[in-house]
């Protein structure tokens, strides 16, 4: 159960993507009370564009076969011990939660979707955070792959949009420093140094 309570800013700065997990499973009532919490991301006209397909506690291993035949095709030829070498990036992860958007037709709304499903991906990172998981957002290749999409369940005219990985960590990386808002800001309307000079 979460003890702790951060910020909405602590969370927003503090927030790193970890990449490197330390095996610790997480919780499935953690997890559906994170979902719970972050489906109250903005969304236009309530369409909640958005489904889940978890792996979490045991079924998780059904998910690393997955992997396993998706990522390493030769893996029959490898010895066990390098096998699990290569599986410690998923094996290592205590969740994982691939997110599905539909895709509409028209444009206009196929962004809006993408993009509100984007909002309710970064509630789950954050609201995890809070409760000391660390995530990665990832989108591999083999996402489109049709042979995963059917092992997923992703339907005609549905796109997994993450591999959102969630995970107890060791080491915090470190931030690649973030440009500030005066060099991404323009003043709509604010005069330049010679106009001014002239009123
Ligand atoms: C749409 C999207 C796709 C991403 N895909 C990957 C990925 O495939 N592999 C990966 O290691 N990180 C991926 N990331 C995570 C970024 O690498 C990470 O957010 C970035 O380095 C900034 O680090 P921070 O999240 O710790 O601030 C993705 C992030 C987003 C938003």
Not at 18 to 36: E, H, W
Not at 51 to 69: H, M, N, P, S, T
Not at 124 to 153: H, M, N, V
């Amino acid at each position: 159960m979460n003890e702790q309570s951060l910020s909405v800013r602590e969370a927003i700065i503090g927030r790193r993507s970890i990449k490197k997990f330390n095996g610790q499973p997480v919780d499935r009532d953690d997890l559906m009370r994170i979902i719970d919490d972050a489906v109250w991301a903005p969304n236009h006209q309530n369409r909640e564009p958005w489904r889940l397909v978890v792996a979490c506690g045991k079924e998780i291993f059904q998910l690393y076969k997955l992997l396993r035949d998706t990522t390493i095709p030769k893996w029959k030829e490898l010895t066990d011990e390098a096998l699990d070498k290569q599986m410690q990036k998923f094996t290592t992860v205590g969740a994982f939660v691939f997110v599905i958007v539909p895709e509409d037709v028209r444009q206009k709304q196929r962004l809006e979707d993408y993009a509100a499903a984007s909002t309710f991906i970064q509630n789950i990172q954050l609201l995890a955070w809070d409760y000391g998981i660390g995530s990665c957002w990832k989108t591999p290749d083999f996402l489109d792959a049709p042979t995963f999409r059917e092992a997923i369940g992703a339907k005609p005219g549905e796109r997994i949009i993450s591999m959102l990985q969630l995970g107890y960590f060791d080491e915090l990386p470190k931030a690649v420093e973030r440009k500030k808002a005066k060099e991404i800001v323009t003043i709509f309307g604010k005069l330049d140094e010679e106009e001014e000079k002239e009123v």
